[in-house]
């Protein structure tokens, strides 16, 4: 009886033994993925803040005035005028409207009445 337990424990010992190892490996490999991303990851970050760095500099106004110069006969630009610009004073004042006070008191009497406004008795009345 004891032999046949001490068989059975030394083999359930080494399939824990095994899947140990299997999970060792395998978070192993997990963990070496994981820096290869973070390692990629960093890489496009620099790749960004260089490109963020020459969109910004080649958006500079002068930047692009030569170029603005250059083609100024195909764009038809023109300097904006200071009509073209609204004042805050200039803008309409937004109506005011006032509640319909009647609708309001057949509302409020319906729903003391226990009758639903979208047509039906309210239950528990």
Same mark, same amino acid.
């Not at 068989?7 to 010992?13: D, F, G």
């Given at each position: 009886m004891i032999r046949g337990l001490n %068989?059975? #424990? $030394?083999? &359930? +010992?080494l399939v824990a033994l095994v899947g140990v190892y299997g999970l060792k490996y395998r978070v192993e490999e997990t963990a070496t993925r994981k820096a290869e991303l973070e390692s990629? %990851?960093?890489? @496009? @970050? $620099? &790749? #960004? +803040?260089?490109?963020?760095a020459d969109w910004a500099y080649l958006n500079q106004p002068s930047q692009i005035e030569p170029i603005v110069e250059r083609h100024a006969d195909e764009l038809k630009l023109a300097v904006a005028d200071e009509k073209q610009f609204a004042k805050f004073e200039d803008l309409p004042m937004r109506p005011v409207s006032e509640p319909d006070s009647a609708a309001l008191t057949d509302l409020i009497k319906s729903l003391d009445a226990g009758i639903d406004p979208a047509g039906g008795k309210i239950e528990g009345q």
């Open positions: %068989i059975v #424990l $030394a083999v &359930t +010992s990629r %990851i960093e890489h @496009q @970050q $620099a &790749t #960004l +803040s260089v490109v963020k």
